[in-house]
């Protein structure tokens, strides 16, 4: 013994024996053959490993779980054990889940890592769906304590050893049986944690349609589970690339979509729960309820007791629990003179700012369902439903006391964040809010319910007083679907966002969300309705004056301002009152020529726009087309064809996206508004002779060529909506389509062809798109 001590002979041959058996059982769980599990391991020969492998009694424990819950066992002993094992797990689970996330990557944790290499987790595997696998008529019956014991371990397991989750994910009838365990109360937020674990790991999607009695089971949650368990419908309803959509070329897309000819899993799972009674409702509720409605403290204390041992809300329990210690700290600092009985009242008390944050994180999960599903193919039935169930005057209730809520001085931020930070709940909860405004708004009449009813009788005299018909989604709103209150919830947006500071990340959002309001066919009405607020002066304020820096940021402000002023001359007028120096208006121009990928909307805004007013007879329009600096710029055929050159050379076949595809769309304005002055040889020309200036002959115009015949490939595709197209130019979709077959004319002798203006030896157009 002394020399194994020192580390002599005999403690090299127990560590080789040790190794030997290690790598027995992992060549063993690869292949299928020979020593699989920890079981077919001898126990004196175990006992005499354990110490020095340091394997701390696991494998041991295991062999008895193992003989314990054999088929014919009543699983009576099985809890104990797990009792044992549980804490030497859970122990380097908390460590992963409090450690700096990189150096819990470099750690290791030698306990979870045994109990898998012996067998433990297909064991638990085992002993969870046991029942299932019985054919006797008396089934086995496994207490609650003993689930939540084996898919807590399980839940630890996974956290701390690589290629668990991957596992179990690919175990089908395991990951389906786990649902069936969610219709336990008891067992719910265990079940509803492993399975998000497994399912965002899933190479392949799961069709809730295979899930036993899904609706059976939706029915059966209360609000709270059902809230949970929008987390794991968040896996199964978003598309596996959303995150990243703007940045997938269209080519990839294109041949993705002719390769997926039918609906995809997401999409199949959307439908899913839209044929689930009363689904879409009970989120429209669960989203709009007030924090005054939710359930009362006890049983959310009891939730919180799991949560505390749930470690996936290890952190957020932190949170909450500081900041219940600071208000029951403070409480009884206050009542210091009044009696012992009202102190010991407010420490059972549930914290006001607690509830608060379970409702954000709640409404959460929630919003972000909702807002899938408006972006899915059932978009209209979606709105139907959700204008139904009154959503939006809903929200614009809580705009004020739970989403645009000031924050307190103890507001709650998530352990190693700060309260600015985008992953905190608060700020999770505006963006949320924020997207969800903008999937509703975005080409739909129903977004006139963002309004209250006189807002809407606003819409109506704005129509009336400039003499044009008032728009019929407007008329036909239903209006006790709209707003309550003095104000809709546009105007709150509107006001928030001018308040909002320079370097906020909600300024992206908020103008997406209100210029989605804007988008589809343009409505003056709408536009002076924003205008009249002030918008036009807060957007040229943050280009101009706090010269934003944030491209993102830029981007949305352009296409808000294209959108707020397309067509309309007293926004033009505005305009030129606001950049009233000629500093200012070169700041704002070096701000649109710093990237043309962002500003290009409102490059083809005033183009279109210039292109309307020039042909009209109006005094007042002649007035502002004379004194406004920005139409005397664009009035500038140089200045059009610098940026028509400088939009095609920006953007390749190779490296289109949905992002910068608008960069190609206006610069076929720019074109189609020359065809119409039967101005297109001019342009050509002129695009030639600045590609000899820039000694780069048919550089620009073999681009173009390509790109062109990738717009017809994508644009007259059956499945596109070319109608977007149409409403942001008032151009019809026929024109744009015989404008491209004119460009694209093979015939060398046409004016109006592209291939008229490339010289032979420098003609590159016959080449296939292929993905680079």
Known sequence: MAAIARGGPGARGARAATTNIVSQLRRGQLSGRGLTRGAQITEALLKERDKQAKWNGIPLLLQKLYEHSHPNSDFSQCQSILKEISPLLSMEAMAYVTEDRKAAQESTFPNTYTFDLFGGVDLLVEILMRPTLITQKKKQKISDDLIKDCLSILYNTCLCTEG???????????????????????????????????????????????????????????QQQLANFCRILAVTISELDTGSDDK??????????????????????????????????????????????????????????????????????DALMRVANEEAEQSSTESSDESG????????????????????????????????????????????????????????????????????????????????????????????????????????????LLLNSQELNELSAISHKANIPEVDAVVNTDRSLVC?????????????????????????????????????????????????????????????????????????YFDLLGELMKFNIDAFKRFNKYINTDEKFQI??????????????????????????????????????????????????????????????????????????????????????????????????????????????GFILNNFHSLLRFWQQHYLNKDKDSTCLENSSCISFTYWKETVSILLSPDRTSPCAIVSYIDEAYMDIDRDFVEE
């Not at 689904?279 to 669960?286: P, W």
């Not at 190693?416 to 997207?435: A, E, V, W």
């Not at 002649?622 to 610098?642: G, H, K, P, T």
């Not at 720019?670 to 119409?676: N, V």
């Open 248 to 317: 997938h070329t269209l080519l990839a897309k294109n041949a993705q979509q002719k390769k997926n000819l039918g609906p995809s899993r997401a999409e199949i799972n959307q439908a899913t729960l839209l044929n689930i009674p009363g689904f879409i409702e009970r989120l429209c509720k669960l989203a709009t309820r007030k924090v005054s409605e939710t359930t009362g403290t006890s049983s959310f204390l009891q939730e919180l007791e799991e949560w505390y041992t749930w470690l996936d809300n290890a952190l957020v329990l």
């Open 164 to 222: 668990v989750t991957r596992r179990l994910a690919e175990r089908n009838d395991f990951v389906l049986f786990l649902f069936t365990l969610m219709t336990n109360k008891k067992t719910f937020l265990q079940t509803a944690t492993l399975i998000e674990d497994i399912l965002g790991v899933k190479k392949e999607m799961i069709q809730l349609d295979d899930i036993p009695n899904l609706a059976s089971l939706v029915s059966s949650f209360d």
């Open 341 to 448: 009985l009202a102190n010991s009242s407010t420490r059972t008390q549930l914290p006001q700012s607690m509830k608060i944050m379970h409702e954000i994180m709640y409404k959460l999960e929630v919003l972000y369902v909702l807002c899938v599903l408006l972006m899915g193919r059932q978009r209209n039935q979606v709105h139907k439903m959700i204008a139904e169930f009154r959503l939006i005057p809903g929200l614009n209730n809580l705009f004020d006391k739970l989403i645009w809520r000031k924050h307190s001085a103890s507001a709650l931020v998530l352990h190693g964040h700060n309260q600015n930070c985008d992953c905190s709940p608060d700020i999770t909860l505006k963006i949320q809010f924020l997207r969800l405004l903008q999937s509703f708004s975005d080409h739909h009449e129903n977004k006139y």
């Open 484 to 556: 309550d209150g003095k104000r809709g919830l546009l105007t709150r947006l509107l006001q928030v966002m001018k308040k909002e500071p320079a370097e906020s990340s909600f300024r992206f959002w908020q103008a997406r969300a209100v210029e989605s309001f804007l988008r589809g066919t343009t409505s003056y009405a709408d536009q002076m309705f924003l205008l009249k607020r002030g918008l036009l002066e807060h957007i040229l304020y943050c280009i101009v004056d706090s010269e934003c820096k944030s491209r993102d940021v830029l981007q949305s």
């Open 588 to 697: 704002f121009l070096n701000q649109i020529n710093s990237s043309l990928v962002d500003s290009n909307m409102l490059v083809r805004c005033i183009t279109l726009s210039l292109d309307r007013f020039e042909n009209q007879s109006d005094a007042k329009v002649a007035e502002v087309l004379s004194e406004c600096r920005l139409l005397s710029y664009m009035s500038q055929m140089s200045m059009r064809m610098s940026f028509l050159f400088r939009l095609i050379n920006i953007i390749h076949v190779q490296t289109l996206t949905q992002e910068n595809v608008s960069c190609l769309n206006t610069s076929l304005v720019i074109l189609m508004l020359a065809r119409r002055k039967e101005k297109l040889p001019f342009y050509l020309r002129t695009l030639q002779q600045m590609e000899y200036t820039e000694k780069y002959p």
